[in-house]
């Protein structure tokens, strides 16, 4: 953990470079001291069936969640959705200055008796 998790409109699919809004976020989140290297991971996910507003062709849609594991405070969490959510908005103003779109951004913490995962990546970075 975390897991940044993007859904994005097909239209933008040749205006967007995620390496390095993936980077960003990595260095970011690790940055903070509260979330090991090991556990960061991002992936983005086109959809090709979507609709916005009254069905523009030209209007397009991008959401962004970031799921973390139980246990950090209320103030790290806003403190880490706010900058993270600026990271993105900064990322995308080349498309939001010339274009329609809708973005948004929701960080969940999981539960900790309903997580589970297997990881044997963070021995790398000990």
Not at 46 to 54: N, S
Not at 84 to 113: A, G, N
């Amino acid at each position: 953990m975390p897991h940044f998790i993007i859904e994005y409109s097909a239209n933008l699919d040749d205006k967007l470079d995620f390496q390095p809004l993936f980077k960003a976020f990595h260095e970011y989140i690790v940055s903070t001291g509260a979330f090991p290297l090991g556990g960061v991971r991002s992936r983005a996910i086109r959809c090709d069936d979507y609709r916005v507003a009254d069905g523009r062709e030209d209007f397009s849609l991008l959401n962004l969640t970031l799921k973390i594991g139980h246990g950090r405070s209320m103030e790290l969490r806003q403190e880490v959705a706010e900058k993270v959510f600026e990271i993105l908005c900064d990322w995308m103003k080349p498309i939001t200055d010339t274009s329609y779109c809708q973005i948004s951004f929701e960080l969940t913490e999981l539960h900790p008796v309903l997580k589970f995962n297997k990881n044997n990546i963070h021995a790398l970075f000990k």
